[in-house]
């Protein structure tokens, strides 16, 4: 999929959390609900960074650029060297080692570390990395005809005036890890769930997405993984761009209301 919808879809999947916990009798605060479905939404991006045109190389200039660079060769020598015999031939790492569970949760467990760890500033940095993307994703028209800095003007002020209501007691700076010292553990969440919506997406594309990596399927280490091809569509075509975008701001806004008890 795009880089709007894939950003659409982690968005309505944290919102989607939001309204599941708020029925289960454990409703997130506001921030975190917000704040969860931003990150998510800048998350369901991420995979991307194996991919030069990508949303994500853009975002941040000649740094996204060069990291994608590094990103791709990097995933193109582990596709390398765990493919098996009936793995298919490849010259690039698109949708390979970025596109499976294992770097969804690695990258999850990462910041949560990075956020336990690394205090305000750690928590500033992930928020300001995930909104940033947010906004290219789901402001993606704006965010083209503005300048980059622009957008990284309201991905870091954004994220300073987030943090700060998130640090307000009961605010959600300790949701779901309530041990002292577990404060922003769960920001590594909705990355995880951000990257999977994502791989998610693609699978439902013609190429499909290699999820399961390393569990080996059919004999395929790189299994792609999705639904019979006649179910399939083309990145950018009209399932994605007139039923699934549509579907996804409904379910979002459905989800939204939910978890703040309006419906």
Not at 63 to 89: G, H, Q
Not at 181 to 202: K, M, N, R, S, T
């Amino acid at each position: 999929m795009m880089g709007p919808a894939h950003s659409l879809s982690g968005a309505a999947v944290w919102l989607g959390v939001g309204a599941a916990t708020a029925a289960a009798g454990h409703p997130m605060p506001w921030p975190v609900l917000v704040v969860g479905a931003l990150i998510c939404a800048g998350a369901a991006l991420a995979p991307d960074l194996d991919h030069k045109s990508a949303t994500i190389s853009r975002a941040f200039g000649p740094v996204s650029r060069a990291l994608c660079e590094i990103v791709d060769k990097l995933s193109y020598a582990v596709y390398k060297a765990t493919k098996t015999r009936a793995d298919a031939r490849r010259s690039g790492g698109h949708r390979t080692l970025t596109h499976t569970w294992v770097w969804a949760v690695l990258c999850g467990a990462g910041a949560s570390v990075l956020a336990v760890t690394g205090g305000r500033w750690a928590v500033l940095a992930i928020l300001f990395v995930h909104l940033v993307l947010a906004v290219e994703g789901l402001l993606w028209r704006a965010a083209r005809m503005s300048s980059d800095v622009l957008v990284w003007l309201l991905g870091a002020t954004s994220a300073w005036i987030l943090a700060g209501v998130l640090d307000q007691p009961g605010n959600g700076s300790g949701w779901l890890f309530t041990a002292p010292g577990q404060e922003y553990l769960w920001l590594g969440l909705p990355i995880v769930l951000g990257a999977l919506v994502h791989d998610i997406g693609d699978a439902l594309t013609v190429s499909g997405c290699p999820i399961l990596w390393p569990i080996p399927v059919g004999g395929k280490r790189w299994y792609p993984v999705g639904p019979p091809k006649g179910m399939r569509f083309r990145a950018g075509s009209w399932v994605e761009l007139k039923v699934l975008m549509p579907a996804f701001m409904l379910l979002g806004g459905v989800g939204g209301a939910a978890a703040l008890n309006f419906i």
